[in-house]
Structures are given as structure tokens and as C-alpha cells.
């Protein structure tokens, strides 16, 4: 993926963008030529730029909504543990202030944590948990956020 997070206001966008690229079709096409040439030369290999590997990465935590969720609410410890109804109730409240109408069955929220790493745990006092994961401390989530405002501003998706 790779991201495009300019865009040109109205006022600066040149009507006569297409002719002036047509005219430099015998360069771009030399250029195009070079490129593939570098490629065959690299062995058919491509260097990922960093900020592609970035945007794709993010784009595919935004797409698996638990990811989403865990990496913006949640750490991943061996020794954590959050109660099954707090975890579930949390993720609805967050679903909604996130826009998602409809969050995933209970269900299906169970199957996706536990492709996480999240384990059942044990029930105390008459409540199940999960464990392996618990809430972010303040610290992390501020670094969360942060990150979420750099995503939305440099590759205009996430959190804004």
C-alpha cells in the first residue's frame, strides 16, 4: 500500500496536467525503462520503502478490528488478565466510538482474541477472565495516541 495523504486544493491543480505529461511521455517511458532495468539487475528484488511497510502494516491492524482495538486499548502480558465482560463491554463502548455499527458476535470476539494469544482463563470470585492481555496504563496509552495522530496526519488514515 502505499499511502497518499496530499491533496492538491482546486486552485493549484493544473487544467492542463494530461497534456503537459503526454509531451514528457518519451522521458517518463525511458525512465520506466531504467527502473526495469534496475530490477532485472537486483535480481527481481525490491526495496520496500520504509513508509510503505508502515502504511500497509497499520492499514491491516485498521482492517482486523480486534487488532485494532487491542493495539489502541490494550497490552499484550503473559501475566494480565481483564474479566471476559469488562473486555467485551469496553470493546462495544470503543466499536461505537469508533463508528462500527455493529460489532462481531460474542462469539467470534472470543475466537479473534484467542488468535491473538488470549487464553481463557481461570474464574474467580464467579467471574471468567482472559488472560495474557490487560489495560494499558496511562503511559501507554498516551503513546497510542500519539502514534494514532502520527498515522492520521503522515498516511491519512487512523485515528485523527
Known amino acids: 500500500m502505499v499511502p497518499f495523504a496530499v491533496q492538491i ?3 493549484q491543480r493544473d487544467p492542463e496536467i494530461e497534456k503537459a505529461l503526454l509531451a514528457e511521455g518519451p522521458g517518463i517511458l525511458n525512465w520506466c525503462l531504467q527502473g526495469l532495468t534496475a530490477y ?3 535480481g527481481k528484488r525490491l526495496a520496500k520503502p520504509g513508509r510503505v511497510s508502515v502504511a500497509t502494516g497499520t492499514y491491516r491492524t485498521i482492517s482486523d478490528t480486534i487488532a485494532y482495538f487491542l493495539a489502541t486499548e490494550c497490552t499484550l502480558d503473559p501475566d494480565g488478565m481483564i474479566s471476559r465482560l469488562a473486555l467485551r ?13 455493529r460489532p462481531i458476535s460474542a462469539r467470534k470476539f472470543a475466537v479473534a482474541l484467542k488468535s491473538h494469544g488470549i487464553r481463557n482463563g481461570t474464574k474467580y470470585a464467579g467471574e471468567r477472565f482472559w488472560t495474557g492481555i490487560r489495560w494499558k496504563n496511562e503511559h501507554e496509552q498516551e503513546l497510542a495516541e500519539q502514534t494514532q495522530d502520527f498515522q492520521h496526519s503522515i498516511l491519512g488514515f487512523g485515528r485523527g
Open 9 to 11: 486544493p482546486e486552485a
Open 40 to 42: 532485472y539487475a537486483s
Open 89 to 101: 463491554e469496553h470493546f462495544e463502548k470503543w466499536c461505537e466510538e469508533e463508528g462500527i455499527r
